[in-house]
C-alpha cells in the first residue's frame, strides 16, 4: 500500500475559477459554432453565446440536481436520456429569455443541450475535472487538515473489498498473462498484491457465497433458489423479501460491515450502514419486520451520480456502445458457428448495460463517496463479467471486453484509495468462477425438469427451457429503489421487481406473497440453481428416503443416474444415511465407503465434506442432482440455459480468487465462504479495527 498522491493530468488544486472561465469560453464558442451549424438555432448579437453559456452553466449546476430528484428514476432507467430531455426543455426555456435568441423547438434545444454535456466531458477530461479529480483535491485538503489536528490517533487502514462476480482463479491467472487484466498485472509485478485460490461451498453461486462472506454463515442455503417444504415456497436470493429472510436466519448484526460500513451492488448487507444496489435492503419492497437498522436515504447512489449531467452523458453513450457490441458479438458467434451458444436476442441487448455500464458505474460513484467518507470498510459486486459469461462464455472475446473495462474502474478506485482521508487496502476476489457448456436442454432436447416430470409419471411439456434471470437482480434492486414513490407506475414497477426471479418453478402474487409452486408431476417439484437440480416430494413430510423413492418412482434414480447430463446424485437412504449415486459406482459419506467407482473423484478432494454438510441442512432436498462434469474437456452442461454457469461441483465454478496486499496474510487453503470471512474478519483484527460491540441475536436456520 502506498500513500504517495499521484499527479493531476493539466491543473492543480486551487484554480477552481480559472478551470470554470475555461469551461466557460469553451461552451461560448461551441454555441457560436452550433449558431454557424444547427438549422433552427440562430444568435442574432455577439454577446448572446457569452450570456447562454452562463446560463447553461447555472441551468446544469442548479436547475439539473433539483430537476433529478424527481425524474432520476426514469434518468436511471433509460440511460440518463429521461434526464437529458428535460434539461432540454430547460434550455430551451431559458434561451427564449435572452432577446434575439432563436431556437425553433425542443428537438433542437436538447441537441444544443447534447452539444453543450459533450463539450462539457471533454474538457473535464483534458482538465481533469471529473468526480474523480474533485474526489482527490477534497481528499487531499481533508488530509492536510487532519494531519494538523493535535491530538488526532490516525485511524486504521480501511478495506475496499472489489467483487468481480463470477470471475474464476483460472480465467483471472490467464486474463492477468494476456493483458486483459493490467491492474493486477501490474500489483503482481510490482510485488505490491498477490493472487490466491480459494474454494467454494457445493453451491458455487452468489447467494450463498456472499452470505457466508459478509455475514459469517451460509447454512441452508442451497442454491441462488431452493424449495422449503414446509411453507410450500420457493426461495429466490434475488427476490426482495427473500433476500432479506435470507439474511435475517444468518445476521447477527455483527458483520463483516457492521460498525459504519458500506454495501454497494450486493444481495446482502453484511450488516453495513451504507447501502445501495443491495437487494436485502429495499425499504419499498421489503416488511419492515425484516429490515434490520436505518440506512442511506433511498436511491441516495443514483442521485449522487445523476446529478452530474457529464455522468448521465457518458453512461448514456457508453450504454449505448455496449448495445452494439452485444449485437456485434451475437451475430458474430452465430455466423461463426460457435458452440455452445445459446439465443440472445430479445430485450436482452438493451438489458445488458444495466449491470455492464449503468449499476458499475453507479457503484464506483458509491464507492469514491464512501472512500472520501472515510468509511473503514466497502464491499462492492460488479456483475458484469458473470452476466455476458452467462450469455456469450467465460473467455469469449466480448467478455473479456467487460472484463477489462472492470479492471479500469479498480484502477480508478485504488488510484482514489492513495489519496483518501484514510489509509486504503484495495482487495479484489470473486464469489465463485464459472464452468463453461452446452446447456442440457439444448444437449439432451429436454429440461431437467421435464424429464423429472417424465420419469414420475407426469407429462410436462419437453421444451428447450428458457433463461432465469439468475444474475439480473442488481438492476431489479436499481429499479426497486428507485420506484420509491407510491403512484400507480411505481406500484407497476415494483410488481415486475416482484415478478422478475419467478420462473416456472416458482410463481408468485403480485403483493410477493407466495403462491401455488407448480409441480412437474403429482406431488413433485423440481428446482434449478446452475448445476444443481432438486428434487422433492411434496406429498410426504421432511426428507424422503431412497427406499421410499425407489418404491413410489422406481425408474427415477436408475434413470438419473445412467443419464450422460448428470454426475451424480445425493440421496438419503434409511440403512445407509447419506449416499451419493454415480452411474458406476457409490459413496456413503456416513462411512467414507466406496462401492465401485467413486462418483466424487472428478468434483475434487473436498467434494465429500461440502456434500456432507448439505446433507445436514434442514431444507436439503429429498434427491440433489449435480451436472456431468468432463475433465478432459474442462466442460459440464448445466440446467439453465447458458453458456458460462455456476451453483454446483465440477471445474472452474469452483475456484474463486483473492488478489490481497502482501501484508494481509492468507492461509494455505480455504474452503467454503464461511472460511473466507474468518480471513476477511481476521484482516480487520490485525489492521486495528475496533470489534462490533452489537449484542448478538440467535441466527434462525
Not at 6 to 34: D, E, I, Q, S, Y
Not at 107 to 114: G, H, I, N, Q
Not at 153 to 175: C, H, K, M, N, S
Request: charge should be positive; hydrophobic fraction near 40%.
Amino acid at each position: 500500500m502506498t500513500t504517495t498522491a499521484p499527479k493531476g493530468r493539466l491543473l492543480r488544486g486551487g484554480r477552481t475559477v480559472a478551470r470554470a472561465l475555461l469551461v466557460w469560453v469553451a461552451v461560448t464558442g461551441a454555441l457560436r459554432l452550433l449558431d454557424v451549424l444547427l438549422p433552427g438555432f440562430r444568435m442574432t448579437h455577439w454577446w448572446q453565446p457569452a450570456v447562454c453559456a452562463l446560463l447553461l452553466g447555472l441551468l446544469a449546476a442548479v436547475g439539473w440536481p433539483l430537476v433529478m430528484r424527481i425524474a432520476y428514476p426514469l434518468a436511471f432507467f433509460t440511460f440518463g436520456l429521461f434526464g437529458l430531455l428535460l434539461l432540454g426543455g430547460g434550455t430551451l426555456a431559458v434561451f427564449r429569455t435572452v432577446p434575439g435568441v432563436e431556437i425553433a423547438d425542443l428537438r433542437t434545444a436538447v441537441t444544443v443541450t447534447l452539444g453543450m454535456a459533450a463539450v462539457g466531458a471533454v474538457i473535464s477530461s483534458v482538465l481533469a475535472i471529473d468526480e474523480d479529480e474533485i474526489f482527490f483535491r477534497r481528499a487531499a485538503r481533508r488530509r492536510r487538515r487532519h494531519r494538523h489536528e493535535p491530538g488526532r490517533r490516525e485511524r486504521p487502514p480501511g478495506v475496499v473489498f472489489l467483487q468481480i462476480d463470477g470471475l474464476g482463479y483460472d480465467t483471472a491467472r490467464r486474463a492477468i498473462r494476456d493483458g486483459d487484466m493490467p491492474t493486477f498485472a501490474a500489483w503482481l509485478t510490482e510485488g505490491s498484491h498477490t493472487l490466491t485460490r480459494w474454494h467454494t461451498d457445493w453451491s458455487s453461486q452468489t447467494g450463498a457465497s456472499v452470505c457466508g462472506i459478509l455475514h459469517g454463515s451460509n447454512h441452508d442455503i442451497l442454491g441462488f433458489r431452493w424449495y422449503e417444504k414446509d411453507r410450500d415456497h420457493v426461495m429466490a436470493c434475488a427476490h426482495p423479501t427473500d433476500a432479506a429472510e435470507i439474511e435475517r436466519r444468518h445476521s447477527d448484526g455483527r458483520g463483516l460491515l457492521a460498525g459504519d460500513g458500506a454495501s454497494r451492488g450486493n444481495l446482502f448487507s453484511g450488516d453495513a450502514d451504507h447501502v445501495s444496489l443491495t437487494m436485502s435492503s429495499i425499504p419499498v419492497l421489503v416488511p419492515k419486520k425484516l429490515l434490520r437498522r436505518h440506512r442511506d436515504r433511498l436511491g441516495a447512489g443514483y442521485y449522487a451520480y445523476f446529478a452530474n449531467p457529464v455522468n448521465a452523458l457518458r453512461t448514456f453513450a457508453v450504454a449505448l456502445v455496449d448495445v452494439f457490441r452485444e449485437i456485434s458479438a451475437s451475430v458474430r458467434q452465430r455466423r461463426a458457428g460457435v458452440v455452445p451458444r445459446v439465443p440472445r436476442g430479445g430485450w436482452y441487448p438493451l438489458a445488458r448495460p444495466g449491470t455492464t455500464v449503468i449499476a458499475r458505474d453507479v457503484v464506483v460513484s458509491a464507492i469514491l463517496g464512501d472512500m472520501l467518507a472515510g468509511r473503514p470498510v466497502v464491499y462492492a459486486d460488479f456483475l458484469g463479467y458473470d452476466e455476458v459469461a452467462h450469455h456469450s462464455g467465460i473467455e469469449r472475446f466480448d467478455t473479456l471486453s467487460v472484463l477489462r473495462s472492470i479492471d479500469q474502474q479498480i484502477a480508478r478506485l485504488h488510484r482514489a484509495s492513495r489519496l483518501a482521508p484514510r489509509r486504503y487496502h484495495v482487495v479484489a476476489l470473486s464469489d465463485h468462477g464459472q464452468t463453461q457448456g452446452q446447456a442440457f436442454s439444448q444437449r439432451f432436447g429436454e429440461t431437467i425438469e421435464a424429464c423429472v416430470g417424465r420419469l414420475c409419471g407426469g407429462s410436462p411439456p419437453a421444451s428447450a427451457g428458457k433463461r432465469r434471470q439468475a444474475e439480473s437482480w442488481q438492476i431489479n434492486a436499481a429499479l426497486a429503489e428507485a420506484t420509491k414513490s407510491g403512484g400507480l407506475i411505481a406500484r407497476r414497477l415494483r410488481a415486475r421487481v416482484e415478478d422478475a426471479e419467478c420462473a416456472e418453478d416458482a410463481p408468485r402474487t403480485t403483493s410477493g406473497a407466495p403462491g401455488a409452486v407448480t409441480r412437474v408431476a403429482p406431488g413433485v417439484v423440481v428446482v434449478v440453481s446452475g448445476h444443481v437440480a432438486m428434487v422433492s416430494f411434496t406429498e410426504h413430510e421432511g426428507r424422503v428416503e431412497l427406499e421410499t423413492i425407489e418404491r413410489e418412482h422406481p425408474d427415477l434414480l436408475p434413470s438419473l443416474v445412467d443419464h450422460p447430463g448428470v454426475g451424480f446424485l445425493l440421496v438419503r437412504s434409511r440403512e445407509f444415511g447419506p449416499v451419493v449415486l454415480g452411474r458406476d459406482g457409490l459413496h456413503r459419506l456416513a462411512t467414507g465407503a466406496v462401492i465401485g467407482e467413486d462418483p466424487l473423484l472428478p468434483y475434487g478432494p473436498h467434494a465429500a465434506d461440502l456434500i456432507r454438510r448439505v446433507d445436514t441442512f434442514p431444507h436439503c432436498a429429498d434427491v440433489m442432482i449435480n451436472s456431468r462434469y468432463d475433465p478432459d474437456s474442462d466442460q459440464a452442461s448445466p440446467f439453465e440455459t447458458h453458456v458460462g454457469s455456476h451453483g454446483g461441483l465440477g471445474g472452474p465454478q469452483q475456484r474463486g480468487f483473492v488478489v490481497h496486499p502482501r501484508e494481509l496474510a492468507f492461509p494455505g487453503e480455504v474452503v467454503g465462504a464461511e472460511a473466507l470471512h474468518r480471513v476477511f474478519r481476521g484482516w480487520l483484527t490485525d489492521l486495528g479495527h475496533a470489534p462490533v460491540e452489537t449484542p448478538v441475536t440467535e441466527v434462525v436456520s
